[in-house]
């Protein structure tokens, strides 16, 4: 892997300056760089603007496309260009100056490099310092139990943010589902890339600040939790993608199935003990439900 191989991609919607050091960022760590805006405001569409050089292509959708498209989009960019790599990023990601020089180090190190699919770095999470837990088989290969990353390891799912995705093996497998529109995307396509074989290496030389929704710390009854504080949309969404893939992925990897139906029910109690909009919440949770059943996918209108 060379830095001419690696094409990096920023979704956008309604962005803030975050945006200029995220960019910055990775500009001069790759060869090019594609920002896919999904409709956003005109103070957001400033900002990109003032971006613009020979390295940076601005793919502007006129509404809000979701998640897997934006990244679809810039996939088949950098395959037409050539590129070996794609590096996705948030819009308010910013990664380490020597990120990619640490990533061609592991993988020019790693034997069977046909196997690998994605490599990701480590992170914590921007709200509260907590280093992230990966989900790992346990020893007797049946269940899940979530670890921190010593070293590098191999775990079943991560982040789309910071990662990098092997372009002919995300091309192979069809890439992102556009059809989730967002949440679990991510999930997703790590369950299919593992449905055929293919590995995800993450390492811990690399430790990448991600703000996994509005995570604060609360303590009940002497237990710590740390509720996302989602909104009510992105509950529906969650939820919905979550009961569609378990109906596609329970029998294909049945401890994945239960590991995440008790993450699911551990993230009502949160709601239930500690977010605001309980109810208008679980009102979304429950539509959200009922549609992942039906198969009605997509924008919730």
């Known amino acids: 892997m060379m830095m001419n191989e690696v094409c990096a991609v920023i979704v956008t919607y309604n962005c ?18 594609v920002i896919v805006d999904n409709g956003s405001n ?26 897997g498209k934006a990244l679809n989009l810039a996939m088949d960019f950098a395959v037409k260009n050539n590129f070996r790599w794609l590096l996705t990023m948030d819009q308010d990601s910013i990664l380490p100056e020597n990120f990619i020089d640490v990533f061609q180090e592991i993988y020019t190190n790693i034997k069977n490099k046909q196997e690998i699919a994605i490599l990701a770095p480590d992170y914590f999470d921007g709200n509260t310092g907590e280093r992230a837990k990966f989900l790992m088989k346990t020893s007797n290969n049946f269940f899940y139990r979530r670890k921190t990353c010593e070293g ?24 992102f589902r556009e059809d989730l529109f967002i949440d679990y995307v991510d999930n997703e396509i790590c369950l299919r890339l593992n449905q055929e074989g293919y590995k995800i ?30 909104s009510p949309i992105r509950k529906y969404y969650n939820a919905r ?56 996918l997509g924008r919730f209108n």
């Open 241 to 296: 993608n979550r009961i569609y893939l378990y109906k596609e992925y329970a029998k294909k990897n049945f401890p994945w199935f239960i590991y995440d139906v008790t993450a699911f029910l551990y993230d009502l109690l949160r709601v239930a003990l500690f977010e605001d909009e309980k109810i208008n919440k679980f009102k979304y949770i429950l539509k959200g439900i009922k549609d992942g059943f039906q198969n009605k």
């Open 201 to 230: 290496v993450v390492t811990d030389k690399i430790k990448m600040k991600h703000h996994l929704g509005n995570r604060n710390k609360k303590v009940f009854l002497g237990y710590t939790f740390y509720p996302t504080n989602y």
């Open 16 to 33: 803030d300056e975050t945006i200029i050091k995220g960019y910055k960022s990775i500009k001069n760590q790759v060869k090019h760089t």
């Open 42 to 67: 005109k103070e957001s569409l400033k900002r990109l603007t003032s971006l613009k050089n020979d390295k940076l292509t601005i793919i502007y959708n006129q509404d809000n496309l979701g998640i």
């Open 152 to 175: 590098l390891i191999e775990p079943l799912i991560v982040i789309q943010s910071g990662s990098l995705f092997n372009l002919a093996v995300l091309k192979k497998v069809g890439g």
